[in-house]
């Protein structure tokens, strides 16, 4: 899957991969104080070439949970599972469905997106990308975006939560790269240095298969360097 | 040396059913054939037995190729032609109430020898959902044996990419209660043809009579990818709503059981059975109580309790030992639960997103303390104040069932009849189970007030697991090209709306590019719908009210030509200076009254006057 930061206070933003096997749980934000935790599980082509460079990677599940309150959200291209306690509602991505509990609302937009909000300040999106059924190479897949994170606390951490701070990075020595239309840059940020290069990457919020384009700096090797520690801390054992 | 087939001179050549299910909506047509083989006249009956939630809508004879078609009429004015009818000594049928989900539609006439009569017998019905599956329902059991007989149904679905249903998931033909055969269907249109041949017909090698005598069951469901469904054409739009995934919310349940003397015996032993199978049933998050009443009210606790597995184990052997005794004091007890149930609320001691039932059950009338009906009705429906349904089962023959419809109908629930049969309990059980999960409380359908008109019910205390919501309406303008449908209640957990956005071009589009007849069904779903909805309404107005519901409701039934309440079906055959008239129409609910009301009369100038035999229940 691609990450993609923006950095409002620098008008620009920050992209990283993380490649790992089909299956793999991320821990994507968890904040111990709200007791919010987003975690994502990566599915990968259908033909799944074993060659980790060449296969491409999507999040195929997501689960959204507040402990706090004992709730539950579990998302895939297929349905939708809200828990509480242990008690399931299920919706299908063909429903307009708005609900709304002590919290908690979601609502599904048929066969395009979910709105997740917790209370006041917290406000997740999840995107249904659909492919061409009989397209032979990719599945369905999902994107998640904060777009609401102010009432997260400061110890939120997660492969996302981590930027939820402020932090800061410089680039400079912008200089041609192997691929003439991509510049390579030097990025200083949390103490590293990294070669970065210029890319762009998609936000697919307001058009889930066209998208607009944002340009930002990528960061190599999964993200080294610019998160904390290395991606395969944020493996978890299961989506919940 | 008589044809195969021929009784008593008379071969029915041809029998042929023919359904169509549309979208839920049943189009039915029953078309016999016969010609008269003997030297002199002789008198052809036709009998179908339709279910009672149909509407006749039409009824033609043709003798000898002319065709008389049947007119839709007034029942006063029907009346008066029958009684005419009848005054000159002329044949008499009946519709009349047959078993538990039929009514019998019957009328005889006398062809002249060599002569040829077809019957032809057309009835609509709205298919309900009822755990999960729709029914359409018809008894086969033609007399004698016929050379072309034949059942078609054809369930056709409007498919198309929004997502409606596009499967009939299941069909059962059961026939002689023996033969079961399923076939799997895949839609746009599914098709089940049973056509058998005389030999198969015969019920031994050289007999003449007909083995066929059974049930001919076509149960579905849709395949329902999102939760609603509209459908829109011709300016009328139908709304179907069913979520499925949906957690189930916590009941509090009154059972207010009738225990007086008349329950002695058998009736008590089913309920005690049905009221322990329930037990097992009931979910630990439900809470309930039994109130019993003869002519005094005793309750089993003073207060609702909770479902936990040992106040269910006390609750059975309270049930076991339920004892008969004395009158029947349906006042009192009714009240007393329906006090219990707001107390509970009040005082907080059921979950605050919980929902309240009460389920009556009585085998007779009040005749002790309060035991006016109209003063009992008044009393109910004071203390319940639409806060929570009334359920009423009249269990046998020997009530008023009318003032339970109309009580349980006016405090946003319904009536049921439980036969006095060997299967008494499980009817009691299945009842329960239609009520046991409610997934919404507080259902309201929403459409923008500017653009819709003459909407049908749109607002439901409870919708139930394997139920279906139906909305219909009519669109204000015809070439508006969208419009938003909300479907908003209270889950288990939390609130919720359910939203359509209804695109009429594309809905339009769509239809234009699948193969299907339409026709008008839509608009005579809702006409259907809004009709049965203002006879309900009607069962408990009073006055201008009711003069005005009675009108709206006749004024339809003559419009779209349904046999209601209201009308009767009038067939007239001018001949011999003298009109033969044939009149239908549909009997009530109260067995008593159908038994009582001739609703078929044919005049024969030839014959002896006669009366055509008519089956009861």
Known sequence: PHFIIQVPEKDDAICFNIDEDPGTVLRLIQDPVTGLTVNGQIIGDKAGSPDSKARKTYFGKLGIANTHVSSRIEVTPEKITLWNGDTPSTFSWLDTVTLTQDGLSVKINKKKNMVISFGDGVTFVVILHEVWKKQPAHHDFLGFYVVEGHRMSAQTHGLLGQFFHPFDYEVFDIHPGSDPTKPDATMLVKNHRLTVTRGSQKDYRKDASIGRKVSCWFVHNNGQGLIDGDHRDYIVPALF | SLPEG?????????????????SRF??????????????????????????????????????????????????????????????????AGLVKASGRKLEKFTVSVNVAAGSKVTFELTYEELLKRHKGKYEMYLKVKPKQLIKHFEVITCCCSPANPAGWESRV??????????????????????????????????????????????????????????????????????????PQGLPVVPKNVVFVIDISGSMQGRKMQQTKDALLRILQDVKEDDYLNFI????????????????????????????????????????????????????????????????????????????????????????????????????????????????????????????????????????????????????????????????????????????????????????????????????????????????????????????????????????????????????????????????????????????????????????????????????????????????????????????????????GD
Not at chain 2, 6 to 22: A, F, H, P, R
């Open chain 2, 6 to 22: 021929v009784v008593n001179g008379i071969e029915v050549y041809s029998t042929k059913v023919s359904c169509k299910v549309t």
């Open chain 2, 26 to 91: 049943a189009h039915n047509v029953v078309t016999t054939r016969a010609v008269n083989r003997a030297d002199t006249a002789k008198e052809v009956s036709f009998d179908v037995e339709l279910p009672k939630t149909a509407f006749i809508t039409n009824f033609t004879l043709t003798i000898d190729g002319v065709t008389y078609p049947g007119n839709v009429k007034e029942k006063e004015v029907a009346k008066k032609q029958y009684e005419k009818a009848v005054s000159q000594g002329k044949t």
């Open chain 2, 169 to 242: 998931q299941s069909h059962t033909l059961e026939l002689g209660g023996a033969a079961l055969i399923e076939i799997s269907i895949f839609l746009p249109q599914g098709r089940v043809s049973f056509k058998p041949s005389l030999d198969q017909q015969r019920s031994c090698p050289n007999c003449t009579d007909s083995l066929l005598d059974g049930d001919f069951t076509i149960t579905y469901d849709v395949n329902r990818e999102s939760p609603g469904n509209v459908q829109v054409i011709n300016g009328y739009f139908v709304h179907f709503f069913a």
């Open chain 2, 292 to 615: 019993l009443f003869s002519s005094d009210v005793t309750t089993w606790k003073e207060s609702l309790v909770q479902a936990t597995p040992q106040n269910i184990q006390l609750a059975k052997e309270f049930v076991k030992n339920i004892k008969v005794e004395g009158a029947t004091n349906i006042n009192d007890a009714l009240l007393r639960g329906i006090e219990m149930l707001k107390k509970a609320r009040e005082e907080h001691l059921i979950p605050e997103r919980s929902t309240s039932i009460v389920i009556m059950l009585t085998d007779g009338d009040a005749n002790t303390g309060e035991s006016r009906p109209e003063k009992i009705q008044e009393n109910v429906k004071k203390a319940i104040d639409g806060e929570f349904p009334l359920y009423n089962l009249g269990f046998g023959k020997y009530l008023n069932y009318n003032f339970l419809d109309s009580m349980a109908l006016e405090n946003n629930g319904f009536a049921r009849r439980i036969y006095e049969d060997s299967d008494a309990d499980l009817q009691l059980q299945g009842f329960y189970e239609e009520v046991a999960r409610p997934l919404m409380t507080g259902v309201e359908v929403e459409y923008p007030h500017n653009d819709i008109q003459d909407l049908t019910q749109n607002t439901y205390q409870h919708f139930y697991d394997g139920s279906e919501i139906v909305v219909a309406g009519q669109l204000v303008d015809k070439d508006m090209s969208h419009f938003k449908a909300d479907v908003k209640g209270h889950g288990a957990l939390n609130d919720l709306t359910f939203t359509e956005d209804v695109d009429l071009e594309e809905m339009e589009k769509a239809r234009k590019e699948q193969d299907y007849i339409f026709g008008n069904y839509i608009e005579r779903l809702w006409a259907y719908l809004t009709i049965e909805q203002l006879l309900d309404k009607r069962k408990n107005s009073h006055g201008e009210e009711k003069e005005n519901l009675t009108a709206q409701a006749l004024e339809l039934s003559l419009k779209y030509h349904f046999v209601t309440p209201l009308t009767s079906m009038v067939v007239t055959k001018p001949e011999d200076n003298d009109d033969q008239t044939a009149i239908a129409d549909k009997p009530g609910d109260d067995p008593s009254a159908s038994s009582v009301v001739p609703v078929m009369a044919y005049q024969v100038s030839y014959q002896p006057p006669q009366v055509t035999y008519v089956d």
